[in-house]
């Protein structure tokens, strides 16, 4: 089976940096990628690590470390249209082929 | 297409009745899966299909659900006789590659909204 776990809720103000940590537990773990939710629309990707490191795209960056199964998303300079929801995701090497499991989700609240 | 299309995009049906919910992938995208998504909760995985195959199905919650996917390409989700629990957002999600590749991107649908009353 596999768990993850990130904080059901972050709030932070416009042009703050916000870090939503995303811990899992799964076999056959081969990479951690996040997805952006606005309310009512699908998800998106955003970012993917299968390394330990930092991974940089614009405002945001995402963090993996392999050894302790954990990894992040950082936002930096926020903005309103960034309050959203965000879900890590592991990829499962299963029979040689990914599969893709999403957490619960974080909910970023961003005020003015 | 241009992006993974879902259809219908909202449904409503009484319950005991059985539903069907298609998803059009991206041409060329051999990989599709099927989540659930509950309100403000997160994303249930339900099956992937990839290529020739045999399904994953480690996700469908009870005998009720099913899915196909015909020809490698349109996939159906069924549910039989529908109970109220049933009601959530169905999505569905391609990507070009079952394999790891850079990017590991998936790319959703605007989801099948289903309402069981």
């Known amino acids: 089976g596999q768990s993850l776990e990130q904080p059901s809720e972050v709030t932070a103000v416009e042009g703050a940096i916000v870090q939503i940590n995303c811990t899992y537990q799964?076999?056959?773990?081969?990479?951690l990628s996040w997805y952006q939710q606005h309310d009512g629309g699908a998800p998106t990707f955003l970012s993917y690590?299968?390394?330990?490191g930092l991974e940089e795209t614009g405002r945001f960056s995402s963090f993996l470390s392999r050894s302790d199964s954990y990894g992040y998303l950082l936002l930096q300079e926020l903005q309103m249209k960034d309050s959203a929801s965000y879900f890590c995701a592991v990829s499962q090497l299963n029979t040689g082929f990914q599969k893709l499991v999403f957490g619960t989700g974080t909910r970023l609240l961003v005020s003015p | 297409g241009a992006g993974v299309s879902q259809s219908p995009s909202n449904k409503v049906t009484e319950k005991g009745k059985d539903v069907e919910l298609r998803c059009d992938p991206i041409s060329g995208h051999t990989a599709l899966y099927w989540y659930r998504q509950s309100l403000g909760q997160g994303l249930e995985f339900l099956i992937y299909?990839?290529?020739?195959?045999?399904?994953?199905k480690s996700g469908l919650p009870s005998d009720r659900f099913s899915a196909e996917r015909t020809g490698g390409s349109v996939s159906t989700l069924t549910i039989q006789r529908t109970q109220q629990e049933d009601s959530a957002v169905y999505l569905c999600?391609?990507?070009?590659?079952?394999?790891?590749?850079?990017?590991?991107?998936?790319?959703f649908g605007e989801g099948s909204w289903l309402t069981v009353v």
């Open positions: 299909f990839q290529g020739n195959s045999a399904p994953d």
């Open positions: 799964t076999s056959g773990f081969y990479g």
């Open positions: 690590n299968a390394l330990d």
């Open positions: 999600a391609s990507s070009h590659l079952g394999r790891q590749d850079a990017g590991n991107t998936i790319y």
